[in-house]
């Protein structure tokens, strides 16, 4: 079982940056598929961006140009960098692990646009 826990949520007015970071466990984490997703209120779960174990990324076209996710193998973390926020970004953000058939989800951090 692979534990995930997400950080770094808040409040950030409009314009604002925010970073989010995941941690993950586990001796193989450099093999995993790590991805940010998000959650409106009334809205289905959306991918933000994901990245590879090649460190290949992919992005939602409502954040690329903005958001910028990376990882770091030695801490076994995968972090968010989200900047010239909108309020169209509130939303609960939750970090996925990916392995083979497998795939681990954190409990979500809460970020807020608001003025």
């Known amino acids: 079982q692979v534990q995930v826990v997400e950080s770094g949520g808040g409040l950030v007015q409009p314009g604002g940056s925010l970073k989010l970071s995941c941690a993950a466990s586990?001796?193989?984490?450099?093999?995993?598929?790590m991805a940010w997703y998000r959650q409106a209120p009334g809205k289905q779960r959306e991918l933000v961006a994901n990245?590879?174990?090649?460190?290949?990324?992919n992005y939602a076209d409502a954040v690329k140009d903005r958001f910028t996710i990376s990882r770091d193998n030695a801490k076994n973390t995968a972090d968010l960098q989200m900047n010239s926020l909108k309020p169209e970004d509130t939303a609960l953000y939750y970090c996925?692990?990916?392995?083979?058939?497998?795939?681990?989800w954190g409990q979500g951090t809460q970020v807020t646009v608001s003025s």
């Open positions: 996925n692990a990916k392995y083979g058939r497998n795939e681990f």
């Open positions: 586990g001796s193989l984490f450099r093999f995993y598929y």
């Open positions: 990245i590879s174990p090649g460190d290949t990324t």
